[in-house]
């Protein structure tokens, strides 16, 4: 029971999963410093309040704080934007160079120039017989 335990543990998405939400939570500091220190500032002097947490509206005795979600969809847009354009685009520009394009699997039709499968032998769009690719 404690090896099954233990190969679980120590299969390769487990660790990078743990690591993953170790780094994102360190990463967290930085877009709350970034949005509280940088954007915020900027957004106030450009509007006129400081921060969007004041922004509320009271209905029937209620009070909606729709400026601490405004917050948040600003903080969530800095965090979504910086992981894609500084770890996921360099990385899949790496894989890619590293490991060449995909092999394609299909090919073009001689008569109508659509994409059919390579070991096809008629074109399903026009019904020209096409020889198989071996």
Do not use: W
């Not at 660790?15 to 954007?39: P, R």
């Not at 029937?60 to 601490?68: E, S």
């Not at 039709?109 to 070991?119: K, V």
């Amino acid at each position: 029971m404690l090896k099954g335990f233990r190969d679980f543990i120590l299969r390769g998405n487990v660790v990078e999963l743990a690591v993953a939400v170790i780094i994102g939570a360190a990463f967290t500091g930085i877009v709350n410093s970034l949005v509280g220190d940088i954007i915020n500032p900027l957004i106030a002097a450009i509007v006129g309040k400081p921060d969007f947490s004041a922004l509320t509206l009271s209905l029937h005795g209620g009070v909606i704080k729709y400026g601490n979600f405004l917050n948040a969809a600003i903080a969530f847009i800095l965090i979504a934007s910086t992981v894609y354009f500084a770890i996921v685009l360099p990385t899949n520009a790496l894989l890619l160079r590293l490991r060449g394009p995909a092999p394609s699997t299909t090919k073009p039709c001689p008569q109508c120039l659509g994409d059919i499968p390579l070991l096809a032998t008629r074109c399903k769009f026009c019904g020209e017989p096409v020889p198989a690719a071996v």
